[in-house]
């Protein structure tokens, strides 16, 4: 099936002549379909045995310079269009495929719409030490070798949707050659194939329907326009003969490297008043080239040539605001006119330069976007034909196949006043600088000519990179609907569905386990509270009282997260009591900055730490260094220190640096950690409830028999629970204050900023004091704060509630509770916490009276 992708830009609108007519008139070539194809095409005319004529896109990037939002909006647009069509889940297990040259960057562009999708590109430049992990042939390319190179083979190994780009879709060769390649290797259900025109004959496309039958795979379409060339017989001969007979007048005027006497109104602005021509011409006397130091993030890849991850995106995002305005401060004064002109298969990052720099240079300044290419093409200077001027020159970067032309296409008399050269540092070599080289070429029709080098990214691989064709690979995070009662995009749960199996024991039962050292309390799940109609009442009672202290709390600590610990961090909640936290989060930083976090759900457990495998998961798709841990609340800070140890054995086991073992917290009572939103000790609602305030996500499972080396910690999620389920109204309850308390919360960020936040781990000396003073002698059966008290009454077997004097409704549902349980509840002056539950020590069933209530010692 065909979707239209709208793009967030538009292409200039031809003006009087199409870019095409010229070809068009002379070949007997049609456009037949939408209304859209000649704003995005024109046509031109190559020497190659194979396809005479040459679609121009306006919109790639490649050979007609265009606005840099427009080159991107167009891409991201089409990778929208894909999330759509895929839904949220399928989306986040995509992986997009870009082809070389001329689609790496509009493939890139579709993965930064898609979502977090890893993207690669094929090459045809070999690195050594990289091993191939695919390859294909281009049949109407020139040069049609294609290479996949992944730095890790494990990235086109996944059985999730692969997105294949190419700005063009014509015969649909291309695309079967990659799959036929990729689905012996790595068989998948599904491939969507992405292109600005679909451009296929009715044949065509019906070889491609006939293909997906033939694997057993699902392959749909999605194209900006489409329709079809209409070709009249004897076009290649007739092509060939117009190609030779122009090269040959061009041959004795000079050579098409010169400016044309004109530039066509049809696509670009006029030059300045008065300049007939080129704007400048420098061919005598050739200026040096600038250059200009980017300060590229060290490791960061160049683009997606052995992959580009969501952490990579990430890096890119933060980094290029400062790139663009070193730009910006190298460009000459008074410079109104600037192309930022890529190299061959190095597109997007020039690209997003060149957006950067359009976005930071302002109205006066008209930024304008292109790239070299080895692809021969005639220059004809005509309005009604697509490349008006070409500038010729050897090949810079040592190319496996030898040395050859390459070519930049309507650059000489467009009326540049700058072009800012991005190219790798392979390709900055002294071919580069020569006197027939690329910078010489440039400096004889632009004033000033910029340099600016992007290091090559060669990744660090094993000496025999070899990968199973099938290696093992963790799964996708799991996502509502079908695990959980949150939607897809607030939350990917890093745990593996136990839904199925029977985990569930008797309180008093899993009580005396634990207790006995006969079960870890990770082992199984407590029976879940069905809570009374009263009870339910309290609920709902204290989230109309706190939403809005919640509120607060909730744009507090997110503020502090990002001017303290990444601009764009990806939210890690320990579940399930930090999931809600960090859905709300979540939230508030799309509310009040527009932003779109990741936020995943992993299991931590008292005494074997955290889910190592997640954290490779999250090591392999963002920067260790943005990860920021979210919980709802600290008690004595034994989950702080549990996440401190385990990430130190990690490291050690892994090697692997960069995860900061500090939690967020919505409140921390404890005084165990410096990011909060509050110290208060108050009632969070969603601590009382279990499964239905928190996505019907039971508590994580860790046992041997069901959690395998290389599996995530489990977890069931309550289905027929759905009919008591609470959590989107918490959530939703707690969102809609968020403008309420906007102005509460900048007041309130501001003192926190300016603050001594200093952990003084008061609530853990105060734990061990109730524990000697009662006799328990096991911290771990003091649970102080609010949440924790709630949770002893809800989980385990309760022995009694100590409660500060004075303490009002915060505590009232735990009063019912302990009624309901006959829990004493005992106010004790003094006390650093609003209440603290004391689980029976020394518990056994005999300790229970014959109604099931807890007993005194």
Not at 182 to 189: I, S, V
Not at 245 to 262: H, I, N, T
Not at 602 to 626: E, M, Y
Not at 768 to 791: A, C, F, M, Q, W
């Amino acid at each position: 099936m065909t979707e239209r992708a709208h793009a967030e830009g538009h292409a200039e609108e031809p003006v009087g002549v199409w870019s095409g007519s010229w070809v068009a008139e002379r070949l007997g070539v049609e456009l037949a379909g939408d209304e859209a194809l000649t704003g995005l095409l024109g046509l031109a005319l190559r020497r190659n045995p194979k396809r005479a004529h040459l679609l121009v896109s306006n919109v790639l990037g490649k050979h007609v310079p265009q606005s840099p939002s427009v080159v991107y909006g167009h891409g991201v647009a089409l990778g929208r269009r894909v999330r759509e069509l895929l839904g949220a889940d399928a989306a986040e297990r995509a992986v997009v495929l870009g082809y070389a040259e001329t689609a790496t960057g509009l493939g890139h562009s579709v993965a930064d719409g898609l979502g977090p999708a890893p993207y690669l590109h094929s090459t045809r430049r070999p690195v050594t030490g990289v091993a191939r992990a695919g390859g294909f042939e281009e049949s109407h390319s020139h040069a049609t070798s294609h290479l996949l190179l992944p730095a890790d083979p494990a990235l086109l190994a996944g059985d999730g949707p692969l997105v294949l780009v190419d700005d063009e879709f014509s015969t649909g060769n291309t695309v079967l050659n990659t799959v036929r390649d990729l689905h012996e290797r790595y068989p998948r259900e599904r491939y969507v194939v992405v292109a600005l025109v679909d451009m296929r004959s009715a044949a065509d496309a019906g070889r491609l329907e006939e293909f997906a039958r033939e694997i057993g795979a699902r392959v749909d379409l999605v194209a900006a326009a489409s329709g079809t060339v209409r070709l009249p017989d004897g076009v290649l001969e007739k092509g060939q003969a117009l190609v030779t007979r122009y090269e040959a007048e061009s041959a004795q005027a000079g050579g098409p490297s010169s400016a044309a006497p004109s530039w066509p109104v049809a696509r670009f602005p006029a030059p300045p008043e008065g300049v007939v021509g080129p704007a400048h011409d420098h061919r005598t006397h050739p200026r040096a080239t600038t250059p200009v130091d980017l300060r590229w993030p060290a490791g960061l890849p160049d683009g997606g040539r052995h992959g580009f991850t969501a952490a990579d995106r990430d890096r890119l995002e933060r980094a290029l605001p400062g790139m663009a305005a070193r730009i910006a401060e190298a460009l000459p004064a008074g410079a109104r006119r600037v192309l930022v002109l890529g190299f061959e298969e190095l597109m997007y990052a020039p690209l997003r330069l060149a957006r950067a720099l359009e976005q930071t240079a302002g109205d006066g300044v008209d930024v304008r976007y292109s790239t070299t290419t080895r692809s021969p093409v005639l220059a004809v200077d005509d309005p009604g034909y697509a490349i008006r001027t070409r500038l010729v020159f050897p090949a810079h970067d040592d190319p496996a196949d030898g040395p050859g032309e390459r070519y930049a296409y309507n650059v000489a008399g467009a009326g540049f006043d700058a072009v800012v050269a991005v190219v790798d540092s392979a390709a900055d070599t002294p071919a580069l600088h020569a006197p027939d080289g690329l910078a010489a070429r440039l400096a004889a029709h632009v004033p000033h000519v910029l340099l600016a080098v992007v290091p090559s990214y060669v990744p660090d691989v094993p000496p025999v990179p070899q990968a199973p064709e099938r290696p093992s690979m963790l799964p996708e995070p799991l996502r509502g609907p079908a695990f959980s009662s949150y939607a897809p995009d607030e939350v990917g749960w890093l745990l593996q569905d136990l839904s199925d199996v029977t985990l569930e024991a008797p309180t008093e039962e899993r009580e005396e386990a634990i207790q006995s050292g006969g079960a870890h309390y990770a082992e199984s799940l407590p029976v879940e509270y069905q809570p009374s109609e009263q009870y339910q009442e309290l609920f709902h009672a204290a989230l109309e009282a706190s939403a809005a202290r919640l509120a607060r709390a909730v744009g507090a600590v997110t503020e502090i997260v990002l001017a303290e610990r990444s601009p764009r961090p990806v939210l890690v909640s320990l579940a399930r009591a930090g999931t809600p936290v960090g859905v709300l989060m979540r939230r508030w930083a799309r509310y009040r900055h527009g932003l779109d976090l990741s936020h995943y759900a992993v299991s931590i457990v008292r005494g074997r730490g955290i889910d190592a495998n997640a954290l490779r998961w999250l090591a392999g798709h963002h920067d260790p260094a943005d990860v920021v841990f979210v919980d709802g609340w600290t008690g004595k800070g034994a989950i702080t220190r549990e996440l401190a140890a385990a990430l130190r054995d990690f490291e050690a086991s892994d090697g692997v640096t960069g995860f900061d073992p500090e939690i967020a917290v919505l409140a921390d009572p404890g005084s165990c950690v410096r990011t909060y939103g509050t110290r208060d000790d108050f009632l969070i609602p969603s601590a009382c409830l279990n499964s239905t305030v928190s996505g019907l996500v039971s508590r994580t499972v860790l046992r041997a028999d069901l959690v395998g080396p290389h599996d995530f910690h489990g977890a069931k999620f309550y289905r027929e629970l759905a009919g008591a389920d609470l959590s989107p109204a918490f959530l939703d309850a707690v969102s809609a204050c968020f403008p309420d308390v906007t102005d509460a919360v900048d007041t309130h960020v501001k003192d926190l900023l300016s603050a001594d936040r200093t952990p003084t781990w008061e609530g853990w000396a105060a734990v061990e004091r109730i524990s000697e003073e009662y006799g328990i002698h096991d911290v771990n059966l003091v649970k102080p704060g609010v949440g924790e008290t709630t949770r002893v009454m809800l989980r385990r077997v309760p022995w009694k509630v100590l409660a500060r004097a004075g303490a009002g409704a915060d505590l009232d549902h735990v009063r019912l509770l302990a009624e309901q349980r006959g829990v004493a509840v005992e106010e004790v002056d003094g006390l650093p916490y609003t209440c603290v539950g004391l689980i029976h020590p020394q518990y056994t069933r005999g300790a229970t009276g014959a109604d099931g209530k807890a007993v005194t010692l």
